[in-house]
C-alpha cells in the first residue's frame, strides 16, 4: 500500500468518519449484522457460504465467540450498523488459541468510506490487549483487492495463495491467506491460560 493511499484512508477516516461509533456487537445489531452478511453470502465471494443464515444461527455465532473471549464488534453511524467485525479461532486444536481468524464485512452503501479500516484496527486492538500473538485474514477470492487492501494497510503481509479452493457463482475461487502479529507476536512465550 502506498503512503498516499493510507494517507487518504486515515484523513478519511478521521474526518468524514467523526460520527461513526464502534462498539461491542449487542442482541440488538443481530437483525442488521443477519442483513449485511445475508448480503455477502448471496451476491459476494468473501464467504464461502452458499445459503444465508438466518437471525437466529447469527445470534448463535455471536453468542458463542463472545462467551469465548473473543472480541465481535459493530460500526454504527447515524443509528444505522454500517459493518461488522470479529476474531474467531484460527484452528480447533489447543496450540493454535493464540491465533485468531478476523472477520469484517460491510453493508454495500458503506464500502469505500474508511469504515473497514477503523473497525478492523479496533479488532486488532481488542484482539492483542486479549492476549492474541497472531491474526490471520482468509480473504475469499483473490479478486477480493478491497479487503486485500484493507489489510494490507492494517499490517498484514501476504503468506499464500490456495488456488480453486471453492466453488460459488459458476466459478473457481481462490483464497487469499495474510497474516499481522499481535503484541509480543512470537518473542516470548504467551501468557497462561488464555480461553
Known sequence: MTRGVLFWLRLNSATAMSDLGIRTAAARDIAAITAIYAEAVAHGTASFELEPPDEAEMARRQRELSASGYPYLVAEQAGTIAGYAYAGPYRARPA????????????????????????????????????????????????????????????????????????????????????????????????????
Do not use: N
Open 96 to 195: 493454535y488459541r493464540w491465533t485468531v481468524e478476523d472477520s469484517i464485512y460491510l453493508a454495500p452503501q458503506f464500502h469505500r468510506r474508511g469504515i473497514g479500516f477503523r473497525l478492523l484496527g479496533r479488532l486488532i486492538d481488542e484482539a492483542q490487549a486479549a492476549g492474541f500473538r497472531q491474526m490471520i485474514a482468509v480473504i475469499g477470492d483473490s479478486a477480493q483487492i478491497g479487503s486485500i487492501a484493507l489489510h494490507a494497510s492494517c499490517g498484514f503481509t501476504l503468506t499464500g495463495t490456495l488456488r480453486s479452493v471453492g466453488y460459488k457463482h459458476g466459478r473457481w475461487l481462490d483464497t487469499v491467506l495474510m497474516q499481522r502479529p499481535l503484541g509480543d507476536a512470537d518473542a516470548a512465550p504467551p501468557r497462561l491460560p488464555l480461553l
